[in-house]
């Protein structure tokens, strides 16, 4: 079992930046794959960006390229994903997820790959 615990959602303005983590605990951090993930109201889930455990692979959705961040610390086991110039339109609930991925350099971009999700933290950006 893998545990995740998110923090850093909050209201923000349009253009500001936030920095999301997830803490992870229980099985070996660094054999997982990692992912954020979003969902707005009346919407899918769908993927923002992941990460492969070694970090030497990462994967953006298009709508993020050039604005967000993800990374992760092994020995904290924790992932963050900083956002910068956020836009009303990222408003949305994120969810950290873990993926039993032992390859270091693959990522997981769909939901179904995913084998923990944290609870979700609310980001709502205003106009």
């Known amino acids: 079992q893998v545990q995740l615990v998110e923090s850093g959602g909050r209201l923000v303005h349009s253009g500001g930046s936030l920095r999301l983590s997830c803490a992870a605990s229980?099985?070996?951090?660094?054999?997982?794959?990692m992912g954020w993930f979003r969902q707005a109201p009346g919407k899918e889930r769908d993927i923002v960006a992941a990460?492969?455990?070694?970090?030497?692979?990462?994967y953006y959705a298009d709508s993020v390229k050039g604005r967000f961040t993800i990374s992760r610390d092994n020995a904290k086991d924790t992932v963050y994903l900083q956002m910068n110039s956020l836009k009303p339109e990222d408003t949305a609930v994120y969810y950290c997820?873990?993926?039993?991925?032992?390859?270091?350099?693959?990522?997981?971009?769909?939901?179904?790959?995913?084998?923990?999700w944290g609870q979700g933290t609310q980001v709502t950006v205003s106009s």
């Open positions: 997820a873990a993926a039993r991925i032992p390859q270091g350099v693959i990522v997981a971009t769909v939901p179904r790959e995913y084998d923990y």
């Open positions: 229980g099985r070996t951090f660094s054999s997982y794959a």
């Open positions: 990460i492969s455990w070694s970090a030497s692979t990462t």
